[in-house]
């Protein structure tokens, strides 16, 4: 609609500036027969006058010797004037050529840089709040703080105060931010978010060599996390602003930008398809070259998402013989294990091996607690299985739609 | 056929401006250098409240403790300012520097704030409200900062926030009594 509104707007400017530049120009000939013609009038003038007695003879004659002196000084002003001959091709083409070649030239280069197709942004839309509700960081910090002086040993409230710090100064780790962290560490010495801002902080306060190196370290523990791609950046750009060699380990490969695109046009049940073809792909290449540690934790990840608990489960298996998986990918092992059972069902051995780890790596984690509780129950130890289902119930929410079903089992296994 | 000639003065100006311009865009020179008349002088007089109310005022005896002094300008409501603000933890705490910083057209209450909330990397802060000490020191904005030797001469003068680079290169240096 604009797009026509502009182009009619300039077809008439333009055509207002071609009318005159293509009609009949003035050339010193043609002024100078303008004013023959006047003068011929006064002549008649003159001559009428004199005859109705308007004007005496001696008069009308002196009147006639100054029209005529003025023919003769117009005469030689026209002959000096040296633009007689007709104007050249070149001032004949080139006003009305530049009048059309302005805009022409203009629609040229806008069709080339610009984006005739891109949706114009209502004013209306970038004065409306955004549509992720906008984040109050005074709010946040303040809940924090609370957090923080209610459990000063509990390192995740001391992590979330300094980073809600963080953000109150825009990003810059402050003094008090530092101290929050650095009481996390203590407690928590692994825990990647306070690793991530010590480092922030030691690149901020110009040790970038030391903030490089730590996270270097936090990207080889996690080379999978979901924050692993935006610690690469970070790591990239800190090293470009101290001049040095960001030193990363290659890229884990993801989907390229074009076979990206081609997903999104397919249907839900094709796309679907299609991942499954470069799961299976992934799997292939890794009996190829099992010992890429990294490649089966993505296949073990990419199964469990597809609901192939099995070959999840298989592949975690051979991540784990390379080298022992962390944490939350043994939640992520034992979870796939347990969505293999039927309500009911106490987990099979193997499960169980690795729901061992994941209690002892982090004891109050729901899932191992209640099967291993299942478990315990279902060999007969109903002391142990009553202490883990306590131990779960304590942790949940009072409106957690399981707590019925949980508290009748923990009935159960101290009835008998 | 001079007045011909004339015609073409217009294009040659133009021709001439841009040649300069090209000139001075490609000599690779660092068009946010603009020098600093109090390098290699002694420290301009200071004398100002300190932001503190109830402590002493700021004067020129600080620069006549014979040890290198840096003198920060900052302000609250600026951001470069928030990025080095960290530097200057880092040299208080790691270098043991001693750093002066004088509030530069910022509310008492608000510079106070900002230092509460980011911490305080001064031995002393002082208070320009009224930015007289930023004329006297050749201030051309904020955050600019003046490392002092220990005879009173100020020896650098950073438009800017500082960087790891001016740290690394010249900062440290300076407060180890290498003067560049």
Excluded at chain 1, 77 to 92: G, R, Y
Excluded at chain 1, 255 to 272: F, N, V
Excluded at chain 2, 92 to 108: D, L, M, T
Excluded at chain 2, 127 to 155: C, F, H, M, Q
Aim: aromatic fraction near 6%; charged fraction near 25%; charge should be neutral.
């Amino acid at each position: 609609m604009l797009e026509l509104v502009l182009a009619l707007l300039s077809a008439a400017t333009v055509g207002v500036l071609l009318i005159p530049l293509l009609g009949s120009r003035f050339d010193a000939k043609s002024r100078f027969e303008g004013e023959l013609g006047i003068y011929r009038d006064q002549l008649a003038e003159i001559e009428r006058e004199r005859t109705n007695g308007i004007l005496a003879e001696s008069e009308a004659a002196a009147a006639r010797t100054e029209v005529e002196r003025r023919i003769l000084a117009a005469a030689d002003q026209a002959a000096a004037v040296p633009s007689s001959k007709p104007p050249s091709t070149l001032h004949k083409v080139l006003p009305p050529g530049l009048a059309l070649a302005v805009p022409l030239l203009a629609l040229g280069l806008y069709l080339q840089l610009g984006h005739p197709g891109l949706p114009s942004a209502p004013f209306a839309r970038g004065s409306a709040p955004a549509e992720e509700p906008h984040m109050d960081i005074a709010r946040l910090v303040v809940e924090a703080r609370a957090r923080a002086t209610e459990h000063p040993d509990d390192p995740e409230a001391q992590a979330a105060l300094g980073e809600a710090l963080t953000l109150e100064a825009d990003g810059t780790v402050t003094q008090p931010a530092l101290e929050a962290f650095n009481k996390a560490l203590q407690r928590n010495p692994g825990d990647p978010r306070t690793l991530y801002y010590l480092g922030l902080h030691q690149a901020q306060s110009g040790d970038s060599a030391a903030a490089l190196a730590r996270w270097r370290d936090l990207l080889t523990k996690y080379p999978d996390a979901p924050f692993a791609p935006g610690l690469r950046a970070e790591i990239e750009r800190v090293a470009r602003a101290a001049g040095v060699d960001p030193g990363l380990p290659p890229a884990p490969t993801g989907p390229s930008r074009e076979q990206q695109d081609t997903m999104a046009k397919l249907s839900p049940a094709e796309r679907q398809q299609a991942i499954r073809g470069m799961v299976e792909g992934l799997a292939e290449r890794l009996k190829e070259n099992p010992q890429d540690r990294a490649g089966w934790l993505r296949l073990a990840n990419a199964w469990k998402v597809l609901g192939e608990n099995a070959n999840a489960v298989d592949a975690y298996v051979h991540a784990d013989s390379l080298a022992p998986v962390d944490a939350r990918q043994l939640a992520d092992w034992a979870e796939a294990y347990v969505r293999q059972l039927k309500p009911g069902d106490p987990p099979p051995p193997a499960a169980v091996a690795v729901l061992e780890r994941l209690e002892k790596a982090e004891p109050r984690n729901g899932l191992a607690l209640f099967y291993l509780g299942a478990a315990s129950f279902a060999s007969g130890d109903k002391q142990a299985a009553a202490r883990r289902w306590k131990a779960l119930l304590s942790r949940l929410p009072p409106d957690a739609p399981i707590r019925e079903m949980l508290e009748q089992r923990i009935k159960e296994a101290e009835a008998k | 056929m001079s007045r011909r000639l004339l015609y073409l003065l217009p294009l040659l100006t133009l021709a001439l401006m841009a040649g300069f311009f090209a000139w001075s865009l490609l000599i690779g020179r660092d068009p946010a250098a603009i020098g600093s008349v109090v390098v290699g002088r002694p420290a301009p007089p200071l004398n100002i409240p300190a932001l503190q109310e109830g402590q002493a005022p700021l004067t020129d005896a600080l620069f006549k403790s014979g040890k290198p002094v840096l003198v920060n300008f900052f302000a609250s409501w600026c951001a470069p300012c928030l990025a080095e603000h960290p530097l200057f933890m880092r040299l208080k705490e790691r270098e043991g520097a001693i750093v002066i910083g004088i509030a530069w057209k910022n509310k008492r209450d608000e510079a106070l704030a900002w230092l509460k909330r980011l911490g305080n990397p001064f031995q002393t802060a002082g208070l320009d409200l009224e930015g007289k000490a930023g004329l006297d020191w050749g201030l051309s904005g904020v955050p600019e900062t003046y490392a002092v030797d220990g005879n009173g001469i100020v020896r650098l003068h950073f438009r800017g926030p500082l960087i790891e680079r001016d740290l690394t290169d010249s900062v440290i240096p300076f407060l180890k009594g290498n003067t560049p």
